[in-house]
């Protein structure tokens, strides 16, 4: 059963406070974004959920493109160290980009990717991410908008893996600590 999985020692955020949320940030983007067209870039593939449910609560017309960089692949620590494995289809020279993250743990793969972003010119550059661990920050990067902040729990679900698994659970969860340690 997705809502009782063995591996989840508890639920973190259940999936209405999820929805209830994210049709907030819908309302704020939407606003921040009256009169333009954003390009959403998601970042694969943990945020492709809430990248999702995020388009329906927006209310200005807007474009979609997805990025791929390395993630942990099955360490829950981050290296510091970033890798493009798929770019966007299109240039984003002159447009107003809003980067849609799942969650920011050190910082590393945001900054990374915010100044190589910058370096292509867009019009503007944005980020909202659903979950944040501030006390893991190792670099600073300037989110504009933030869903939840957590505590230092490896979580899984709504999009968030661990080694490919859980992205299906409709909340965040924080993973059990045998199957990881
Ligand atoms: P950062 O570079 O340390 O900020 O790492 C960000 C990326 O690490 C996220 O986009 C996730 O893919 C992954 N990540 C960090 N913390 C977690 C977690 O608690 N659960 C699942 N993935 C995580
Ligand atoms: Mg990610």
Do not use: C
């Not at 063995?6 to 704020?28: F, M, N, S, W, Y």
């Not at 593939?45 to 990248?51: D, E, P, R, T, W």
């Amino acid at each position: 059963m997705k809502h009782n999985h063995p591996d989840v020692a508890k639920i973190l955020i259940d999936a209405d406070t999820l929805q209830a949320r994210v049709q907030e940030l819908g309302a704020a983007i939407s606003a921040a974004y009256a009169g333009k067209e954003p390009l959403l870039l998601s970042v694969l593939k943990g945020s492709i959920i809430f990248m999702a449910d995020l388009m329906r609560a927006l209310t200005v017309p807007h474009a979609i493109d997805f990025m791929a960089v390395s993630s942990y692949g099955a360490a829950t620590e981050s290296s510091g160290v970033v890798r493009i494995l798929k770019d966007l289809d299109k240039p984003i020279e002159g447009r107003d980009v809003l980067i849609v993250e799942d969650i920011i743990d050190s910082g590393h793969t945001l900054k990374y990717l915010r100044s190589l972003l910058l370096a292509r010119k867009p019009a503007s550059l944005r980020i909202v991410t659903l979950l944040s661990k501030p006390a893991r920050r190792e670099v600073d990067v300037p989110v504009d908008w933030v869903g939840f902040e957590i505590p230092d729990e490896f979580v899984i679900g709504y999009g968030l893996d661990y080694d490919e698994r859980y992205r299906d659970l409709p909340y965040i969860g924080v993973l059990k600590a045998h199957v990881y340690g």
